[in-house]
């Protein structure tokens, strides 16, 4: 689906723009933002603010392995589950673990031109912690 963080094929990604899909990686330790209360949480593993006042972000990374910013932004929006999944981040991050997640969000895409050629960003939205979860849902 991805490529350094872009649309690895733009047109099938901007024809799926508004879809809910399910994926499933790894949470780049390296990229979790959020509120006061978020930082509290994550001590050292807190990157900054978050998107506004009602939504926490995380960057979504394909293999264990990739790079730092290799990755996609996910931003969810905050509720009572939030706080739990915070801490089972923040401890995966402190004990140098990978944290899996398996997401069911909103698609988005956006133009990201460069000087040599346009690239399709991508991000995703989650209404909620119960569209991020730490194992494996069952069913399809």
Aim: proline fraction near 4%; aromatic fraction near 8%; avoid cysteine.
């Amino acid at each position: 689906m991805t490529s350094s963080g872009f649309a690895r094929n733009g047109d099938e990604l901007r024809a799926m723009q508004g879809r809910t899909i399910r994926v499933w990686g790894f949470v780049d330790h390296a990229n979790l933002y959020g509120d006061g209360t978020a930082r509290e949480i994550l001590r050292e593993w807190w990157s900054g603010k978050g998107p506004d006042a009602a939504t926490w972000r995380f960057n979504l990374k394909a293999s264990e392995r990739a790079a730092s910013g290799h990755s996609i932004p996910v931003f969810v929006h905050s509720d009572r589950g939030r706080d739990a999944l915070l801490k089972a981040i923040g401890r995966d991050a402190r004990a140098g673990a990978s944290t899996r997640v398996y997401v069911t969000g909103t698609l988005r895409t956006f133009d990201a031109p460069t000087n040599a050629s346009a690239l399709t960003g991508i991000y995703l939205e989650i209404r909620g912690s119960s569209g991020v979860l730490l194992s494996r849902p069952s069913g399809p």
